[in-house]
């Protein structure tokens, strides 16, 4: 076999270090829409607090 063939007969490198495939995460479940409106209730209330201010001279 000559040199030539020994390169041809390598694989191609695919990062994957041994394994056939990449894993891929599976696909996020989709949100209920009851689910939807907890989120955005959470989210419009955040809004409606007062934002916090720095008191000077106070202690953490």
Known sequence: ???RD??????LPTGTFGR???SRRPAP???TPEE???HYAELAAALDEPPLRIVPG???
């Open 36 to 38: 939807q409106a907890a």
């Open 6 to 11: 020994r390169l041809l007969a390598e694989e």
């Open 58 to 60: 106070a202690a953490a």
């Open 29 to 31: 479940r989709p949100w």
């Open 1 to 3: 076999m000559t040199a």
């Open 20 to 22: 056939g495939e990449r």
